[in-house]
């Protein structure tokens, strides 16, 4: 599989789409800036004849976009430059003719989810496109943003009177939902997403439908109303996002609706929505973002 994409999660932050050949892989998270790695044996091994067998690994080699092609070139001078640039040049031939077909399809079909004592997918953790890498605990919390990033805000809890900076930090909202999916998800298991939806867990002979996993990574039917609307605030903060991922299109109408009010991140990931429904709604978004930054 040369092109595919791989969801960026916990956070969810987007699709990457990646193109590899035999010596080199590209990934982009926007569709127009790619970083290139090429993979070479490591330095410490290169001028040996004998001894331990050759260790190759990844490199950064640069970065390469249709508009400026190849810039930012980096490389340890131990490396062998030639092999490297003729790698990167095949590399930049496969981007160029795999460019025409994004968005890719996504291959991490083996998903890592925190579960309901149900063992009903809640929220989800980790993926990954390779079976023998889909077991163990990548990570047992479930995260909403980074710790960094401080910009999710709910209007519902606001409305509420609970603010968004408290004694505990200045993101309380994201941190409330973390807690909600904490206290909800006990369980944490890896499942076999298959063609038609539905997903075999790997630890045991069970198969939830299609309808059992959160279309956009965390459930949305909750018990209380104040939590149910948490959620909403959530998904509808990361719009831009979730327009990366393919959904029915009464959803994908609502979300172009409210990625209008995050313009930056609409200008940066349009290129990669599968389906733009509403125009209108992500060009004035784009302008918009062309005026914050003049």
């Known amino acids: 599989m040369p092109a595919y994409a791989l969801r960026q999660l916990n956070p969810y932050a987007g699709v990457l789409q990646v193109v590899e050949t ?29 001894g331990p067998r050759v260790q190759r690994q990844f490199f950064n080699w640069a970065l390469w976009s249709q508009q400026e092609g190849l810039h930012k070139v980096s490389a340890n001078p131990l490396l062998d430059i030639g092999a490297m640039q003729r790698a990167g040049e095949a590399l930049v031939e496969a981007l160029r003719e795999h460019l025409a077909e994004l968005p890719f399809a996504l291959a ?9 004592y149900h063992g009903r997918p809640v929220a989800l953790i980790a993926s990954t496109r390779h079976a023998e890498l889909a077991n163990g605990t990548p990570d047992t919390a479930w995260h ?14 606001s409305a509420a009177g609970i603010p968004n900076h408290n004694d505990y930090g200045p993101r309380a909202h ?20 298959l063609p038609d939806g539905s997903g075999r867990r ?17 459930a949305t039917e909750w018990e209380q109303p104040l939590s149910r609307h948490l ?8 719009s831009p996002q979730l327009l990366l991922l393919t959904m029915p299109e009464a959803q994908r109408r609502h979300l172009e609706q409210q990625a209008r009010a995050h ?32």
């Open 22 to 50: 035999d010596r080199g892989r590209a990934f982009s998270s926007n569709g127009r800036v790619w970083r290139l790695q090429i993979l070479a044996e490591r330095p410490d091994h290169t001028w040996r004849s004998g």
């Open 108 to 116: 991490d079909r083996f998903e890592y989810w925190a579960c309901d």
């Open 202 to 218: 790997l630890d045991r002979d069970q198969r939830l439908a299609a309808a059992e996993f959160p279309r956009f990574g965390i």
């Open 174 to 193: 994201a941190s409330r939902l973390e807690s909600e999916v904490r206290h909800r998800a006990q369980s944490r298991f890896w499942f076999e997403r």
């Open 231 to 238: 959620v909403r605030d959530y998904l509808d903060w990361l």
């Open 263 to 294: 313009a930056e991140r609409v200008a940066e990931l349009f290129r990669l929505y599968p389906v733009i429904l509403q125009p209108e709604l992500i060009e004035q978004a784009r302008v918009e973002a062309r005026l914050r930054r003049a």
């Open 144 to 157: 909403a943003s980074r710790l960094a990033d401080h910009s999710f805000e709910s209007p519902a809890l």
